[in-house]
């Protein structure tokens, strides 16, 4: 029998002080490479090159889904087998590859290196490489270096891993600068536009969004910058910017139209926007996502969701699901759950929820083979075994490739669960 470990919190609604179920077993996640994909289309004059083996390699080619024919903006550099007295081969050769890419290839203004499992990737200093390669290449190109090892990061992790190693070189702000917004965490630009015309609407600013779109915009960072996550898996990237003075607003996340609201709410409260304003200005959002809602109800009301732990993204995901679709929680299981990050949304998840974090896959396997749940959620390497047992599954991965958050895609992010429910029936009749 796994631990099972009370959490208690400050707040005793919900889910706060719910007990949460830890197992530390085999896992069945994808690494933080898999970050690469979203990444890579939001900072669109970086490139990352994955340090790492053919395995890699393969790993980000599926996972982009499509074979590369333009000019790509990531790439695998296969480190063979090789001994310590290989090393400064290799290193020679990284070195030689980064000259020859970024003479090619101008547009690049910031270079990622990215680390990976294999024992010779390992062995290899990256940061070291990424500083001497960026001495050599600055101020035209920064080279940074962080890990996406599926050792050290599960899938959404890689991008913490990636923000986190940008913090140190964001410019200060200045002390008395006035505050600002700093929305954290990779949304798409539909979104980001979106949340921009709102906040513009609120008269709250200057708001920013970490990551930017281009290298040059990066956010400047002070004792007046105010952030708020619009992704649940950023850890040690909000570590890092509250250790510069960064003051977290604490929210739940984006995703429906309550979590949007609650979201947005927390920016107009720091921002002393009247509730009048708030109200005004929100409600053509919050009809409009009703409406969506309302359609995608009647598929979804009373059906039992089983959450494998993949994206991080599991507790929100279920919040939204249960309150405003009338789902039912079997169990909600994440890599991690991060008690301050998500005192928000555990207090608003109902009571006697089961929650577990980490993974021990045969033991979580057979608890939902015995909840028998309508769907389950999970990641590409269990989705096939479970639909072969007949259970309908969706897949984690692409609740981080379709844009979720927001008002305007609240609809969509409820049909992502209707529409594999509809399809069983489908095939049932
Ligand atoms: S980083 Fe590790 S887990 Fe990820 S693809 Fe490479 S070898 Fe596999």
Request: charge should be negative; include cysteine.
């Given at each position: 029998m796994s631990p099972v470990i009370p959490i208690r919190s400050a707040v005793s609604e919900g889910c706060s002080d719910a007990p949460v179920l830890r197992e530390r077993g085999q896992r069945?996640?994808?690494?933080?490479?898999?970050?690469?994909?979203?990444?890579?289309?939001?900072?669109?004059?970086?490139?990352?090159?994955?340090?790492?083996?053919?395995?890699?390699?393969?790993?980000?080619?599926?996972?982009?889904?499509?074979?590369?024919?333009?000019?790509?903006?990531?790439?695998?550099?296969i480190i063979d087998e090789r001994d310590l007295a290989g090393l400064a081969d290799a290193n020679t050769e990284l070195d030689r590859v980064v000259t020859r890419l970024l003479e090619r290839r101008p547009e690049i203004k910031l270079l990622f290196l990215v680390g990976s499992c294999p024992s010779e990737v390992i062995k290899l200093d990256l940061s070291r490489a990424a500083s001497r390669l960026s001495g050599r290449f600055s101020?035209?190109?920064?080279?940074?270096?962080?890990?996406?090892?599926?050792?050290?990061?599960?899938?959404?992790?890689?991008?913490?891993?990636?923000?986190?190693?940008?913090?140190?070189?964001?410019?200060?702000?200045?002390?008395?600068?006035?505050?600002?917004?700093?929305?954290?965490?990779?949304?798409?630009?539909?979104?980001?536009?979106?949340?921009?015309?709102?906040?513009?609407?609120?008269?709250?600013?200057?708001v920013q969004f970490f990551p930017p779109r281009r290298a040059g915009a990066m956010p400047a960072i002070g004792p007046n910058t105010r952030l708020l996550l619009a992704?649940?898996?950023?850890?040690?990237?909000?570590?890092?910017?509250?250790?510069?003075?960064?003051?977290?607003l604490p929210a739940p996340f984006p995703l429906g139209a309550e979590g949007t609201t609650l979201w947005l709410q927390a920016a107009a409260t720091a921002f002393g926007v009247s509730a009048e304003v708030f109200a005004r200005v929100t409600a053509p959002g919050r009809e409009r996502a009703r409406a969506a809602l309302a359609r995608q109800q009647p598929h979804l009301a009373g059906k039992r969701i089983f959450f494998f732990p993949d994206s991080q993204l599991?507790?929100?995901?279920?919040?939204?699901?249960?309150?405003?679709?009338?789902?039912?929680?079997?169990?909600?299981?994440?890599?991690?759950?991060?008690?301050?990050?998500l005192a928000e949304e555990l207090a608003l998840l109902p009571a006697g929820t089961t929650l577990s974090e980490g993974q021990d896959v045969e033991k979580q396997l057979d608890r939902c083979r015995a909840a028998q749940p309508d769907i389950a959620v999970c990641g590409l390497g269990l989705a096939?075994?479970?639909?072969?047992?007949?259970?309908?599954?969706?897949?984690?991965?692409?609740?981080?490739?379709?844009?979720?958050?927001?008002?305007?895609?609240?609809?969509?992010?409820?049909?992502?669960?209707?529409?594999?429910?509809?399809?069983?029936?489908?095939?049932?009749?």
């Open positions: 069945e996640v994808f690494c933080g490479l898999t970050g690469i994909i979203w990444l890579h289309r939001k900072i669109q004059d970086a490139f990352f090159l994955v340090v790492g083996s053919r395995t890699c390699a393969h790993l980000i080619q599926s996972a982009a889904g499509v074979m590369i024919f333009a000019e790509p903006r990531f790439a695998t550099a101020p035209d190109v920064r080279v940074l270096s962080y890990s996406g090892s599926g050792i050290e990061t599960t899938f959404t992790q890689g991008e913490d891993a990636c923000l986190a190693a940008l913090v140190p070189n964001l410019p200060a702000a200045a002390a008395d600068a006035p505050a600002s917004l700093l929305v954290v965490g990779t949304l798409a630009d539909v979104v980001e536009d979106q949340f921009m015309r709102l906040f513009a609407a609120l008269d709250i600013g200057p992704q649940p898996f950023l850890a040690d990237t909000a570590r890092v910017l509250e250790a510069r003075g960064a003051q977290r599991e507790i929100p995901i279920a919040r939204f699901l249960s309150r405003e679709l009338g789902m039912q929680l079997t169990e909600v299981g994440s890599p991690y759950l991060h008690r301050q990050h096939n075994p479970l639909e072969a047992e007949g259970m309908t599954t969706k897949w984690s991965i692409e609740l981080v490739f379709t844009p979720i958050q927001g008002y305007d895609q609240a609809g969509d992010l409820a049909e992502l669960f209707a529409r594999p429910l509809l399809r069983k029936l489908k095939l049932v009749a």
